[in-house]
């Protein structure tokens, strides 16, 4: 499994695309929404995760790829920026596309990401999935103050066989 992006978002020249390049090679993108609104990039006006998880949306219609956006039960935050963008992942038809809003535990988050990974693994026998070159990738979308609390995910998922991406690399 490769997780992306590959290089650090926070240096890229311009984020979207970067972003958007990354999220086309993948399978499955996985949105971890924490407390914390986050950074946000120059020129944007919308945090790094809040920009991922729209990029990510616009491969709604593409039945090779999967999303699970993911708060942790009971998460409550005072950055009213946050409120907002958690109400708008939850309730936005766009956002809302081919994804799956998932609000629970670690746990939970960890089994549904297990079921695609199965699914990414066993597809459908009329479809056929060509690798050129290396292990399924997952992009991990999450803000880089809950890198840690990310980090048994990706340590998972990497035993699992995938190669994990952050979004997050730079200081």
């Known amino acids: 499994?490769?997780?992306?992006?590959?290089?650090?978002?926070l240096a890229a020249p311009d984020f979207e695309q970067a972003v958007g390049e990354d999220i086309a090679h993948a399978k499955l993108s996985v949105h971890?929404?924490?407390?914390?609104?986050?950074?946000?990039p120059e020129n944007a006006e919308s945090s790094m995760v809040h920009l991922q998880t729209e990029i990510a949306s616009r491969r709604g219609g593409d039945p090779g790829f999967k999303r699970l956006i993911w708060v942790p039960h009971g998460l409550t935050t005072e950055d009213d920026r946050q409120r907002k963008f958690i109400d708008y992942a939850?309730?936005?038809?766009v956002i809302q596309n081919s994804a799956e809003f998932l609000e629970g535990?670690?746990?939970?988050?960890?089994?549904?990401?297990?079921k695609e990974l199965t699914r990414i693994r066993n597809p459908a026998p009329a479809a056929t999935i060509v690798r050129k070159h290396g292990p399924p990738r997952i992009y991990l979308i999450h803000d880089r103050a809950d890198a840690d609390a990310v980090a048994p995910i990706s340590d998972f998922l990497f035993s699992?066989?995938?190669e994990p991406i952050h979004p997050l690399k730079s200081p």
Not at 1 to 8: A, L, N, T
Not at 32 to 40: D, E, L, Q, T
Not at 105 to 114: G, I, P, S
């Open 1 to 9: 499994c490769v997780i992306v992006p590959s290089r650090p978002l």
């Open 32 to 40: 971890i929404i924490g407390k914390k609104y986050g950074w946000i």
């Open 90 to 93: 939850r309730s936005d038809p």
């Open 105 to 114: 535990t670690l746990e939970e988050l960890k089994e549904a990401v297990e």
């Open 160 to 162: 699992e066989g995938f």
